[in-house]
Structure formats: C-alpha cells, structure tokens
Nanobody
Framework: QVQLVEYGGGLVQAGGSLRLSCTASGLTFSIYAAAWFRQAPGKEREFVAAISSRISGDTYYADSLKGRFTISRDNAKNTVYLQMNMLKPEDTAVYYC????????????????WGQGTQATVSS
C-alpha cells in the first residue's frame, strides 16, 4: 500500500520559516517525480514546487514563490522536503505532497499519489 505522510506544519509568525517533510512508503520513491501543492480556504489547489526524479534533481517553482521556497529530496530516506522562508499570511494553507511519473508537472492531475496534507498557518 502506497502512503505519503506529511510532517512539519504548524503556526508561525509572518517572516518566519517552516520545513515540511513528506515520507513515502510502498513505492520506489526514487523513480517518481515529486511535488508540493497547497490549498487555502475557499480556493483551488495550486502548484507550489516540483522536483525531478532524475539524478540532476531539477526543480521548478510557482513564479510567486521563487526565492522563498525550496524543494529538495533525499531518496535514501524516501522523503521530499519543502523549506519555506519569509512566510506571509497569504501562505496559510494545507500543503500536500504528491508523487507521479510526469516529470516536473505543475498539474495536480499528473500526480498519482497524494499525502493527507499538513496545515501551515502564518499569523500577521
């Protein structure tokens, strides 16, 4: 059974940082592209960042988040990370990790496996 479990959400003040982790089990994680999406109350799920399954570890970010968020992965630990810095109240959302075979896709429908989400709340 494939599972993706996110960790690291919480409450932080504006300007602070959070590091989200997502650990996968039940699949050969290294062959899958991984990504983070988020969904704020009353809004659609939106793409945050993606990281390739290739050795190069190429990454891609939503334009509005470049420079503040960093995605990385450790295949030995079956884990993908999202480092979020200089957080703003508008970053408040449930953050989801996902795995799929379409490398570097920004479309949620291209990802097969999803975590349950972790809440990140940024206070002003």
């Amino acid at each position: 059974q494939v599972q993706l479990v996110e960790y690291g959400g919480g409450l932080v003040q504006a300007g602070g940082s959070l590091r989200l982790s997502c650990t996968a089990s039940g699949l050969t994680f290294s062959i899958y592209a991984a990504a983070w999406f988020r969904q704020a109350p009353g809004k659609e799920r939106e793409f945050v960042a993606a990281i390739s399954s290739r050795i190069s570890g190429d990454t891609y970010y939503a334009d509005s988040l470049k420079g503040r968020f960093t995605i990385s992965r450790d295949n030995a630990k079956n884990t993908v990370y999202l480092q979020m810095n200089m957080l703003k109240p508008e970053d408040t959302a449930v953050y989801y990790c996902a795995a799929g075979v379409a490398d570097m896709s920004t479309r949620a429908r291209d990802y097969v496996y999803w975590g349950q989400g972790t809440q990140a709340t940024v206070s002003s």
